[in-house]
């Protein structure tokens, strides 16, 4: 079993199989990955499972009048299990990766891949080429819109989203390496008090901090944002991509496949 898929219990696992089975019936799949909790590394017993998957779209039906690119979303419980499951399309997707989408690269590099298809073999390389300094604005706005949810409702959840963000961001300007799992930054990056909130978060999905933690981390998280802002001058990551011709041209070679 690999490690994306022994994050989950066999509950989890049985019913995650189930959708990307039923789905990938329906739309043909590049890559469907773990995200949420279980990617991120701090689960709960009661979190649901996020997948998040790409998928190719039938050529002919992107042509005409009214292209079918849709997103595909799916919010259901299954045998118990909570599912949340979104696939976007793949040119959509592509075009995301060169504006610095961190939520599409992070799909297609990160290591939380549950499913994947002879095209994201060759799509990882594609994508670590077009990694470049534009990821910083994807995950500061990102991360300062989980502050202001943090700001609305304290929990140890909303407090490693953020942090979880602004690490990630930052390991990926600093070293160009997608790392989704916050506990293997914590300690890089001097958080590693927040493995306590990591506990904390996996013995309940809305564990509340206590009202006087809350300054401390409100810090903690401001410090996060520093070292997202400080990586980001520092990186040796380009302004912006390189390869784009490159990621056209494979997108094409897909659609005729598609064809």
């Not at 002879?118 to 989980?146: D, I, K, M, N, T």
């Not at 997608?178 to 008090?193: F, H, S």
């Amino acid at each position: 079993m690999n490690a994306p898929w022994a994050r989950l219990t066999e509950a989890q696992r049985a019913s995650s199989r189930a959708v990307i089975e039923r789905e990938g019936a329906l739309r043909c799949h590049v890559v469907v990955a773990l995200s949420g909790a279980h990617a991120y590394g701090f689960p709960s017993p009661d979190s649901d499972v996020d997948l998040k998957a790409v998928h190719v779209a039938p050529t002919a039906g992107l042509l005409g009048l009214h292209p079918s690119a849709a997103p595909a979303d799916r919010l259901e419980v299954l045998d118990g299990v909570e599912m949340d499951y979104t696939s976007n399309e793949l040119g959509g997707v592509l075009a995301g990766i060169l504006k610095g989408n961190g939520n599409y690269l992070e799909r297609v590099l990160g290591a939380s891949s549950l499913a994947g298809s002879s095209w994201l073999e060759a799509l990882r390389p594609l994508a670590r080429g077009a990694l470049s300094r534009r990821v910083h604005r994807h995950y500061r706005g990102f991360a300062l819109g989980q502050r202001r949810e943090f700001d609305e409702a304290p929990t140890a959840k909303k407090l490693l989203y953020v942090l979880r963000t602004a690490l990630t961001g930052a390991h990926l300007l600093r070293s160009g390496e997608l790392v989704l799992d916050v506990t293997a930054l914590l300690d890089d990056y001097g958080l590693g008090a927040a493995h306590a909130l990591v506990e904390a978060k996996r013995a309940g999905e809305r564990a509340v901090l206590p009202e006087g933690e809350r300054a401390r981390w409100v810090a903690e998280v401001e410090r996060a944002l520093l070292r997202l802002d400080e990586a980001h001058g520092a990186s040796a990551l380009p302004e912006a991509p390189g390869n784009e011709a490159e990621l056209d041209a494979w997108l094409i070679e897909v659609r005729r496949a598609m064809l």
